[in-house]
C-alpha cells in the first residue's frame, strides 16, 4: 500500500518465513507502542505486548488496517484493533481453526478525500488494506467501484453487533445491502449562550433551563429560533448578523436542516439522488429570513479560527449550530483560560436542530465513521471479527471519551465509563432523532450545487424561489437521470 505522507506504522511484528515439521508450536511476538491520551477511566497501557502462537503447520494471517484519524484523540479507530488481536486468536483456536492473526496498522489524519484515492490506487495496484477506516458517505462509490464487499451475510455470525444502535445501520446501506460497521458517530446540536439569552425579553431562568426539553417536544421550533435571534439583535443584546450560526463553509450541517424541513436526499429503492422542491423552498425561506428579519444571519464567512470560534465561544452569538466532538475542542482552545468544560456547562445550553412545525419531530445528523472491508482481503471474515473485538463497550469508550464522540452501542448508555462523561451522556439521546447524508457516489456534486444556491441567498443574490429553480436546473444539468426531482 503506497504510505506516502503517512505519520506512523503502529505495528513491528517478527514474521516466520518458514514452518519446520516436528518442532514445537511457534511463537510470534508482536510489541506495539501505542500512544495513550490517558483521561479515560477504562484502564489502558502504555505498551501492548501480544504473543501470537502458531500450530505447527498452520497459516499467520497478516490483516492490514488504515485509518484515518487525528492524533492523539483519535487513535484508537486503528489501535484498537491491535488490542482486538488476542481475542480473535483465541476465537480461531476454541473452533480448531488453524489460522492465527497479526495486524499492521497505518493511520494519520489525511483528508478524507485523499485517503480515499490512495485506497483506489493500492487497489489498482492490488495492495489494498483489508479494512479501511473512513467516512460513511464514500460507501456508494465504493461498492459502485467494486472495491469493497457487503457484510450482511457475516454480519450474524458476531452478536456483537447486534449491540450497534438500530438507527446507525441506516448510515451504512446501499441499495439495500449493508456494507460497513459503524466505529463511532457524532450529533450535531444547537448550542445556546445562556448569559446572552438571558438578556433577551421573555427569557428568565426557568425558560432557559427548559429549552432543550421543549426542543425535544417539539414546541419550540425554527421560527421561534429565529425569532428569538432577531429580538436579540433588536434588543441589542448582539450585533446584527450574531443571532444564530451555522459552520462557515459547505458541509454535512445544513443537509439536517434540509430533512427538518421534509426533505430526502436518496432513493432507497434505485440509490438515486432525490431533491425535494417544496422543502428546498422551506429550507431557502429560512435562510433568507435569517438575512432580512433583522440579521439573524451573518455566518459564512469561510473562516474557522478567525470568526466561528471565537465568536461562538466569546459570548458574540445567541445561537449556533456545531458539532458534540467540538465541545471538547472549545474547552481546550477557546474557554480554557475561562474554566473549559466548567465554564461551557455553567454558561451554555445544547439541544436538537428545533422541529420546522409545532408539534414536529427536531432533527440532528450525525456523520459516522466506519469500517469498511476490501474485496482484495483475502480473510474478510478475519478482518469482521476483529472489528466486532472492538465493537464493544470497553473498546468504543475508549476511542468516544478521548475524542469526544458519541458511543455506537445500545449498551453504552449503561456503561460507568461512558456515563461518566457528562457530556456525551447528555446527548446520546440525540441519535434517536438522527439523520445522515446519502451513500452516493454524485453526493459532491449534488452537495456544492445546493451550498453555492444558500450561500447566494446570504449574499442576497438569490431569493429563496430562484435558489429552488437554480438548484434544479444545475442537478439537471450535471447528474441527468441520476437525480430524482420531486
Known amino acids: 500500500m503506497k504510505k506516502h505522507g503517512l505519520w506512523t506504522i503502529v505495528a513491528v511484528v517478527a514474521v516466520l518465513s518458514m514452518l519446520l515439521i516436528g518442532c514445537q508450536p511457534q511463537t510470534v511476538t508482536v510489541t506495539v507502542e501505542v500512544p495513550v491520551k490517558e483521561t479515560v477511566e477504562v484502564p489502558v497501557e502504555k505498551t501492548v505486548v501480544q504473543t501470537v502462537e502458531v500450530p505447527v503447520g498452520a497459516e499467520l494471517v497478516t490483516i492490514h488496517a488504515r485509518c484515518r484519524a487525528k492524533p492523539p484523540m483519535e487513535d484508537w479507530r486503528c489501535n484498537n484493533l491491535l488490542y482486538a488481536v488476542a481475542g480473535v486468536n483465541a476465537d480461531l483456536e476454541a473452533a480448531g481453526d488453524n489460522r492465527r492473526v497479526e495486524v499492521k496498522v497505518v493511520q494519520d489524519n489525511m483528508e478524507w478525500g485523499d485517503i480515499m484515492q490512495e485506497f483506489a490506487l493500492a487497489y489498482e495496484d492490488g495492495k489494498a488494506p483489508d479494512i479501511l477506516l473512513t467516512g460513511h458517505e464514500f460507501i456508494g462509490t465504493e461498492a459502485e467501484a467494486g472495491r469493497i464487499i457487503p457484510l450482511d451475510d457475516m454480519l450474524g455470525n458476531y452478536p456483537e453487533f447486534d449491540n450497534v444502535i438500530d438507527r446507525l445501520w441506516d448510515s451504512v446501506k446501499y441499495k439495500g445491502q449493508i456494507w460497513g460497521v459503524p466505529q463511532d458517530t457524532e450529533a450535531r446540536p444547537v448550542y445556546w ?155 451554555w445550553g445544547y439541544g436538537l436542530y428545533p422541529a420546522a412545525e409545532k408539534g414536529g419531530s427536531p432533527v440532528t445528523l450525525s456523520h459516522p465513521v466506519v469500517y469498511l472491508i476490501s474485496a482484495q482481503s483475502e480473510h474478510p471474515d478475519l478482518a469482521l471479527a476483529l472489528i466486532a473485538k472492538v465493537t464493544t463497550d470497553e473498546a468504543n469508550t475508549r476511542h468516544a471519551i478521548n475524542s469526544t464522540h458519541l458511543g455506537i452501542l445500545k449498551s453504552q448508555a449503561g456503561y460507568e465509563p461512558y456515563k461518566a462523561d457528562r457530556f456525551l451522556s447528555d446527548v446520546l439521546y440525540m441519535l434517536d432523532y438522527t439523520t445522515f447524508l446519502p451513500n452516493n457516489p454524485n453526493w459532491g456534486t449534488y452537495s456544492t450545487i445546493t451550498y453555492e444556491a444558500l450561500a447566494a441567498v446570504q449574499t442576497g443574490d438569490l431569493t429563496a424561489q430562484e435558489a429552488v429553480d437554480l438548484v434544479v436546473e444545475n442537478l439537471q444539468n450535471e447528474l441527468g437521470e441520476e437525480i430524482i426531482i420531486r
Open 193 to 347: 449562550d445562556k448569559t446572552l439569552l438571558a438578556q433577551v425579553p421573555g427569557w428568565d431562568e426557568a425558560r432557559i433551563e427548559g429549552l432543550a426539553d421543549e426542543i425535544k417536544a417539539g414546541n419550540f421550533t425554527l421560527d421561534d429560533l429565529l425569532d428569538t435571534a432577531e429580538a436579540a439583535v433588536e434588543a441589542g443584546v448582539v450585533e446584527p448578523g450574531m443571532g444564530f450560526w451555522m459552520r462557515p463553509k459547505n458541509g454535512p450541517d445544513f443537509t439536517a436542516l434540509y430533512y427538518d424541513f421534509g426533505g430526502e436526499t436518496i432513493d432507497a429503492e434505485t440509490g438515486k439522488l432525490v431533491f425535494d422542491t417544496e422543502a428546498g423552498l422551506k429550507y431557502y425561506q429560512f435562510f433568507e429570513r435569517g438575512l432580512t428579519g433583522n440579521g439573524a444571519h451573518g455566518f459564512l464567512t469561510g473562516d474557522w479560527g478567525g470568526s466561528y470560534h471565537p465568536s461562538v465561544s466569546g459570548s458574540k452569538v445567541v445561537f449556533w449550530g456545531g458539532g458534540a466532538w467540538q465541545w471538547a475542542e472549545w474547552a481546550e482552545q477557546w474557554t480554557k483560560d475561562k474554566g473549559g468544560q466548567d465554564y461551557q456547562f455553567e454558561n
